[in-house]
C-alpha cells in the first residue's frame, strides 16, 4: 500500500510541475518528458525513415508537397506571432517529403517532420485538397500531441505499476483488466480529441494559407467513399468517424474564413 501511495503522489506532482500551455485552445497540458528530449528523437527516427524508404525528389507532385507545407507553416508562424507567441517555432525544423507508398495516409513527427505518401494524390486531387491533410499534421506539431502522447503513456504505465503493487496476489487480473480499460476509456479518446483539434487548427491555418476550408468537408467525404465504410466504431478508433469529422469541418469553416480575413486573406 506505501508503494501505492508513493507512486500517487509522484503522478500527481508531475501533474502539478509539468505542464506546458496549448496557444491555439489556452488549456494546460501534459508534459512530462520536454520537448529538448523528444525533438532530436524524431528527427533522428525521421531521417532513418527517409533513408530506408522511396523519396520522390523533382517531380511536379513532389514540389506541390513542399509548396503546400511551406505555406502552411507561414501561415502557423504569422498567426503564433500575432497572438503572442514569437519564438514558439525556434526549435521546429520544418520538412516536407513525398514519400513512394501507395497507402492513403500522411503523418508529421514532433518538430514539424512530415510526410505524404504517394497513395493519398489521387484523395487530395489537388493543393487544397492537400492543404486539408498538411494542415492537420503540421497542427499536431504545433499542439505539442506527440509530447503529450508520450506523457500520458508514462502515466498509465505508472497507474500499471501501482496498481500491481496494490493487488499483488491478482496482479494477471489487474494488468489485463487496466490495459484494456485505460485503452478504451483514456488513451482512445485521447487521441481522437487530438484528431479533433487538429482537424480544427489545420482548418484555420490552411484558410490563413489562402486555401478554401470548405474543400476540408469535401476531402473527407472523399475519404469515406474510399474508405468503402470500412472503419471500427467510433468509440474503439483513435479517429473520429467520418461522419462526425464532416459535420464538424462545417461547422467550423466559416469560423475559419472569418480568422482568415484577419491576416488579409478575402477569397481562395
Known amino acids: 500500500m506505501k508503494w501505492k501511495n508513493s507512486s500517487i503522489i509522484l503522478a500527481f506532482l508531475l501533474l502539478l510541475i509539468s505542464c506546458n500551455k496549448n496557444p491555439f485552445t489556452g488549456k494546460k497540458t501534459l508534459a512530462l518528458v520536454p520537448n529538448s528530449e ?3 528523437m524524431s528527427f533522428q527516427q525521421y531521417n532513418e525513415f527517409l533513408s530506408n524508404n522511396n523519396v520522390v525528389n523533382g517531380t511536379a507532385e513532389a514540389r506541390m508537397v ?25 526549435n521546429y525544423k520544418w520538412e516536407y517529403n513525398l514519400v513512394k507508398d501507395d497507402a492513403v495516409n500522411a503523418w508529421c513527427m514532433p518538430g514539424g517532420k512530415i510526410v505524404v505518401y504517394t497513395g493519398l494524390l489521387p484523395i487530395a486531387q489537388d493543393e487544397a485538397g492537400l492543404a486539408v491533410v498538411m494542415g492537420h499534421e503540421v497542427a499536431h506539431a504545433l499542439a505539442n500531441h506527440g509530447q503529450q502522447r508520450m506523457s500520458a503513456s508514462q502515466l498509465q504505465q505508472l497507474g500499471a505499476v ?7 496476489e491478482n496482479q494477471q487480473i489487474f494488468s489485463t483488466a487496466y490495459g484494456l480499460g485505460t485503452q478504451v476509456g483514456v488513451m482512445l479518446p485521447f487521441s481522437r480529441s487530438h484528431e479533433t483539434e487538429a482537424d480544427k487548427i489545420g482548418l484555420t491555418l490552411m484558410a490563413i494559407a ?4 470548405d474543400e476540408a468537408a469535401e476531402l473527407w467525404r472523399r475519404m469515406q467513399k474510399n474508405s468503402g465504410g470500412q472503419a471500427p466504431p467510433e468509440f474503439l478508433s483513435t479517429h473520429p468517424s467520418n461522419e462526425t469529422r464532416i ?13 482568415a480575413r484577419k491576416y488579409g486573406v478575402t477569397s481562395f
Open 38 to 40: 523528444i525533438l532530436p
Open 162 to 168: 501501482a496498481g500491481s503493487v496494490a493487488f499483488e
Open 66 to 90: 513542399k509548396n503546400v507545407g511551406q505555406k502552411i507553416a507561414t501561415a502557423s508562424e504569422r498567426w503564433l506571432n500575432a497572438n503572442g507567441y514569437e519564438g514558439y517555432l525556434e
Open 210 to 213: 489562402g486555401y478554401n476550408p
Open 247 to 259: 459535420n464538424n469541418l462545417e461547422a467550423w469553416a466559416a469560423e475559419a474564413k472569418a480568422e
